[in-house]
Every structure is written in structure tokens, then in C-alpha cells.
Nanobody, 123 residues
């Protein structure tokens, strides 16, 4: 059972910064992919940024140049540094981790989620 605990959300003015943390139970490098998603009221959950087990990163176009995803293996924590925040970045941000389990001939992917942390950007 994987546990993911987010922290670091809060209220910030437009143009400000926040750093989100996702503390994982166990070695984070065992995950195939880890990522940050967000969900604003009335909208679907969307990918913000992700990092593969090999360290390849991927960002949504709307955060490129402003957000940075990173990991710390010593603390089993993933981060999302958010700069130049905009009111439209307001959402609940979720941490996600995916890992493959089972034998090679019947491998399946398990996706785990944190409880979410609220980010509110005022104009």
C-alpha cells in the first residue's frame, strides 16, 4: 500500500510562489511515474507535471517556464516549485504515483493518489 501526503498549499497573491511537497512511503524511485495533477471547481482533473523513474520530466503547456518538478530520494519526497502564480492556477493539487506490479506476462499498473492540497491565487 502506497501512501502519499501532500503539503505546502495555501493562499498567495498573483505573481507569488509556493512549493508543494509529496511525501511517499518507501523508495520513490520504484515508481514508474510520479506526477502532480490539479482540479479546479467544476473542471476535470488535469496533469500539471510528471517525472519518470529515469528522471524524464513532462509539463503541461500552461505551466511551462513557471513550475518545476523535482524529487529527493533521501527523503522520498517529490516537489512542485510554482513561480509566477496566476489566479487560474487556483485548484486542489494532487500527488500521483504509478508502479507496475505482477509477473512480466501479467503486469498491471497501480495508481496511487494523495489527499490533495488547496492552492489559491488571489488577483
Amino acid at each position: 500500500q502506497v501512501q502519499l501526503v501532500e503539503s505546502g498549499g495555501g493562499l498567495v497573491q498573483a505573481g507569488g510562489s509556493l512549493r508543494l511537497s509529496c511525501a511517499a512511503s518507501g523508495n520513490i524511485f520504484r515508481f514508474k511515474t510520479m506526477g502532480w495533477y490539479r482540479q479546479a471547481p467544476g473542471k476535470q482533473r488535469e496533469l500539471v507535471a510528471a517525472v519518470t523513474g529515469r528522471g524524464i520530466t513532462n509539463y503541461a503547456d500552461f505551466v511551462k517556464g513557471r513550475f518545476t518538478i523535482s524529487r529527493n530520494g533521501a527523503t522520498n519526497t517529490m516537489y512542485l516549485q510554482m513561480n509566477s502564480l496566476k489566479p487560474e492556477d487556483t485548484a486542489v493539487y494532487y500527488c500521483n504515483a504509478e508502479r507496475d506490479v505482477g509477473p512480466v506476462e501479467a503486469v498491471r499498473t497501480i495508481s496511487s493518489w494523495g489527499q490533495g492540497t488547496q492552492v489559491t491565487v488571489s488577483s
